[in-house]
């Protein structure tokens, strides 16, 4: 028999074009593997998303939401209330991934490396800085890089940052770790490998940087001390376990490699996704097939694992 899947795509953050590539993807991947598919945009009135769900009458759904009401534990809690089994994290572990302050808070409970920070609210921040320079100004819940500032020597922005902001009554501060950037896909508590990924004009891996055609260049797997390619993919699957994952997140990291070539650097984990990018320059599909899955038997895999919970 053939199982009927819906593809949630859309949503109303600012990741909503990611977030239907992605869908798009997806629903043509599922296809190709077997399924019957019916892609939903999710848009504003969560009424009409979920008339939709209930004419579609789905199996199971694929959610390929990004942001805040798809990844935050929102859309969630809608699909657990209809009874519908859907992919990727529960309600708990999304809504905790995408708090960074709650997130950061969890890792480093459980032993797990984090960049010195903290939350401050706006005329603080307008006020003076709250880390030495370099620093980084990051929204509490948004993805994607979205509305993150890299503040440095002689940087005046700050208190201009502050009076602009659109993020909410608060901003999260970390320190700024030099070096590269490295992501994890994790599936089912299992790391995949390590990528490397270098942007390719700003030096800052940013929205563009991610999404645009040729915006980075991801090296697979990523040339770094053995030690360090060890201690990411231990340090991805801790940090999927801590924060009570399931099926697929992808940790993403900054290694600090700017001291002696002969030590391992330092590790440190900037955030979990619950929601990987799915579109056809992500890093989890890349990943996957690194490893030998294609892109339709990860599709495959996702679904399987959330009807078989």
Same mark, same amino acid.
């Given at each position: 028999?053939?199982?009927?899947?819906?593809?949630?795509?859309?949503?109303?953050?600012?990741?909503?074009p990611?977030?239907?590539?992605?869908? @798009?993807?997806?629903?043509?991947?599922l296809?190709?593997?077997?399924?019957?598919?019916?892609?939903?945009?999710?848009g !504003?009135?969560?009424?009409?998303?979920?008339?939709a769900?209930?004419?579609?009458?789905?199996?199971?759904?694929?959610?390929? $939401? +990004?942001?805040?009401?798809?990844?935050?534990?929102?859309?969630q809690?809608?699909?657990?209330?209809?009874?519908?089994?859907?992919?990727?994290?529960?309600?708990?572990?999304?809504?905790?991934?995408?708090?960074?302050?709650?997130?950061?808070?969890?890792?480093?409970?459980?032993?797990l490396?984090?960049?010195?920070?903290?939350?401050?609210?706006?005329?603080?921040?307008?006020?003076?800085?709250?880390?030495?320079?370099?620093?980084?100004?990051? !929204?509490?819940?948004?993805?994607?890089?979205?509305?993150?500032?890299?503040?440095?020597?002689?940087?005046?922005?700050?208190?201009?940052?502050?009076?602009?902001?659109?993020?909410?009554?608060?901003?999260?501060?970390?320190?700024?770790?030099?070096?590269?950037? $490295?992501?994890?896909?994790?599936?089912?508590?299992?790391?995949?490998?390590?990528?490397?990924?270098?942007?390719?004009?700003?030096?800052?891996?940013?929205?563009?940087?991610?999404?645009a055609?040729?915006?980075?260049?991801? +090296?697979?797997?990523?040339?770094? +001390?053995?030690?360090?390619?060890? @201690?990411?993919?231990?340090?991805?699957?801790?940090?999927h376990?801590?924060?009570?994952?399931?099926?697929?997140?992808?940790?993403?990291?900054?290694?600090?490699?700017?001291?002696?070539?002969?030590?391992?650097?330092?590790?440190?984990?900037?955030?979990?996704?619950? @929601?990987?990018?799915?579109?056809?320059?992500?890093?989890?599909p890349? @990943?996957?097939?690194?490893?030998?899955?294609?892109?339709?038997?990860?599709c495959?895999?996702?679904?399987r694992?959330?009807?078989d919970?």
């Amino acid at each position: 028999m053939t199982r009927h899947v819906a593809v949630l795509m859309g949503g109303i953050s600012s990741e909503r074009p990611v977030s239907l590539s992605s869908g @798009q993807a997806i629903a043509a991947a599922l296809r190709e593997a077997g399924y019957r598919v019916t892609p939903i945009d999710a848009g !504003p009135d969560i009424a009409l998303t979920i008339a939709a769900l209930r004419d579609a009458a789905p199996e199971v759904v694929f959610n390929a $939401l +990004h942001g805040p009401f798809g990844e935050d534990g929102a859309i969630q809690g809608v699909l657990e209330w209809m009874g519908l089994p859907y992919t990727h994290s529960g309600i708990r572990a999304s809504a905790t991934a995408m708090d960074k302050a709650a997130s950061r808070a969890l890792l480093a409970a459980a032993g797990l490396p984090v960049a010195r920070g903290m939350t401050l609210d706006l005329p603080t921040l307008e006020a003076a800085d709250p880390l030495p320079l370099p620093y980084v100004i990051k !929204p509490v819940a948004e993805g994607s890089s979205v509305g993150v500032e890299i503040l440095r020597e002689g940087d005046n922005r700050r208190a201009e940052i502050a009076r602009t902001w659109r993020f909410g009554k608060v901003a999260l501060a970390e320190e700024f770790i030099p070096g590269k950037e $490295l992501t994890v896909g994790v599936l089912g508590g299992r790391a995949l490998t390590v990528t490397e990924i270098r942007p390719a004009a700003t030096g800052f891996y940013d929205f563009d940087a991610k999404y645009a055609p040729g915006g980075s260049v991801h +090296h697979l797997p990523a040339a770094l +001390h053995p030690a360090a390619f060890e @201690q990411a993919l231990r340090l991805a699957e801790a940090a999927h376990r801590a924060l009570g994952c399931r099926s697929a997140t992808r940790t993403d990291f900054r290694y600090d490699d700017t001291g002696d070539d002969a030590e391992p650097g330092r590790l440190v984990i900037l955030e979990v996704n619950t @929601q990987p990018g799915m579109t056809p320059t992500s890093l989890l599909p890349e @990943q996957a097939a690194f490893t030998g899955m294609s892109y339709p038997a990860l599709c495959d895999w996702m679904v399987r694992e959330a009807l078989d919970r």
